[in-house]
């Protein structure tokens, strides 16, 4: 079955920088598009980033966009979200998610596959 396993979460002062990674398996990885999601606490889970089954298209929320990369590594069927000048906003459950094609969207009921989440918690 497929398995999205998320890592690199943690507690960092505003203005750091994390890296997050999830491990994928179960699925043929380089086919198909990935997200981030993330969701803080009594709020609806929301778009991060995706990024196409080659890498070559990426799209990212306004609230990240300038401060965070997403990327993968198809060879390690590994999916990475870089972010960059945390803001306490930037506190929450981050997933990573996957879709059955290539390519990327942001909503999501387009992605079947879910990973459990990794907290990133930002202090100001």
């Known amino acids: 079955q497929v398995q999205l396993v998320e890592s690199g979460g943690g507690l960092v002062q505003a203005g750091g920088s994390l890296r997050l990674s999830c491990a994928a398996s179960?699925?043929?990885?380089?086919?198909?598009?990935m997200a981030w999601f993330r969701q803080a606490p009594g709020k609806e889970r929301e778009f991060v980033g995706t990024?196409?089954?080659?890498?070559?298209?990426?799209d990212y929320a306004n609230s990240v966009k300038g401060r965070s990369t997403i990327s993968r590594d198809n060879a390690k069927n590994t999916l990475y979200l870089q972010m960059n000048s945390l803001k306490p906003e930037d506190t929450a459950v981050y997933y990573c998610?996957?879709?059955?094609?290539?390519?990327?969207?942001?909503?999501?009921?387009?992605?079947?596959?879910w990973g459990q989440g990794t907290q990133v918690t930002v202090s100001s």
């Open positions: 998610a996957a879709r059955k094609i290539g390519y990327p969207a942001r909503d999501r009921p387009s992605y079947p596959y």
């Open positions: 990024i196409s089954w080659s890498g070559t298209t990426t």
């Open positions: 179960g699925l043929t990885f380089s086919s198909v598009a």
